[in-house]
């Protein structure tokens, strides 16, 4: 089996198909138009720079395309890069398929959904409960099939899903060592969190921001869809208040896109809860290909620092 792009040594030899996740045009020091390219398989993405690119190449490179390269990894200010000889786009004869190339969740779709109607069947609160039911049942197929985000954590298919899979394992643990939380708004809080995503989110694949993500975000979506989901069950009540300032306030500070801060113990617990995951997810993907004794490439989400991985781990 032949390795992933992302378990390639700087200075070994590429040749072999990957998929065009993101193309972005850009204007170089000599006013030549260039392309930077986001290349992926199912290990992962790496960037590379088509240099003097026409109009032609702009249209025969775009996102979603899948190309075949020659190349050579190399290093460029603490990243892996693939710098390109050859590249173009593939045809019906190489016999290669889109799925070939995508990053997925490592649980699937039926066993996510499953542990996530268990969570919600757990629920007491009758109000709590029909919101979140009724909210992940109108949205369930986009919800098991979207990444959380463009970058940074969780940005493979089904990622949504996975991440808030992960997030209930772990507020379930939380509420078990401080019964004082109330597990109902944690686990509708972790379910509705990032639900707006699958607004804000263009989709699965060469995922972008639509018009509503960049004028709106989840953050303000979901708000909106908890108070709808409330008028259509005939719903009134501070729950539906408290479910709001849940979404309201995930992100922990107005700088880091919060309209709130949490004001509610399960808000605070929440925030502390999903930006574990999202940076265990970070850590865990940078490490992996890391030798022990090594550090990895710098991860702009976490400051920018690069980490090390001890001897002494497997």
């Known amino acids: 089996m032949s390795k992933g792009i992302l378990q390639h040594d700087v ?96 649980l699937s ?41 463009t970058k940074n954590h969780h940005e493979f298919v089904s990622g949504l899903a996975y991440h808030v899979v992960s997030m209930l394992d772990l507020a379930k643990v939380i509420a078990e060592l401080y019964p004082s939380l109330d597990k ?12 707006g995503k699958i607004t804000e989110l263009s989709g699965p694949i060469s995922t972008t921001y639509t018009v509503e993500g960049n004028l709106l975000g989840h953050i303000n979506i979901m708000v909106s869809e908890i108070v709808k989901a409330a008028d259509e069950l005939g719903i009134t009540g501070e729950e539906v208040l408290v479910l709001q300032h849940l979404v309201l306030s995930h992100h922990g500070k107005a700088e880091w896109g919060s309209p709130k801060p949490p004001l509610i113990k399960e808000a605070e617990i929440l925030h502390y809860i999903d930006n574990i995951d999202a940076k265990m997810n970070m850590l865990d993907r940078a490490l992996e290909r890391v030798k022990p004794g090594e550090f990895s490439e710098r ?14 781990h497997k």
């Open 109 to 149: 779709k039926e066993e996510m959904l499953g542990k996530i109607t268990q969570y919600i069947f757990e629920m007491k609160n009758p109000n709590i409960q029909r919101i979140t039911r009724h909210l992940l049942k109108k949205n369930q197929d986009a919800f098991l099939e979207y990444p959380a985000a």
């Open 184 to 195: 109902d708004l944690l686990y509708a809080g972790v379910l509705l969190h990032d639900l």
């Open 11 to 106: 200075g070994e030899q590429v040749e072999k198909f990957l998929l065009i996740k993101s193309s972005t045009k850009g204007t170089a020091s000599n006013g030549k138009p260039f392309l930077t390219l986001i290349l992926q398989d199912q290990s992962g993405e790496i960037e590379a720079k088509l240099w003097d690119v026409s109009d032609e190449d702009e249209k025969s490179y775009s996102n979603e395309t899948i190309v075949k390269v020659i190349g050579d990894i190399q290093n460029y200010r603490g990243r892996n890069q693939l710098r390109l000889r050859q590249i173009r786009p593939s045809s019906q004869a190489d016999a290669v398929n889109l799925s070939d190339f995508l990053v997925t969740a490592p």
């Open 299 to 312: 991860v702009f989400a976490l400051d920018n620092r690069s980490f090390y991985k001890p001897t002494f």
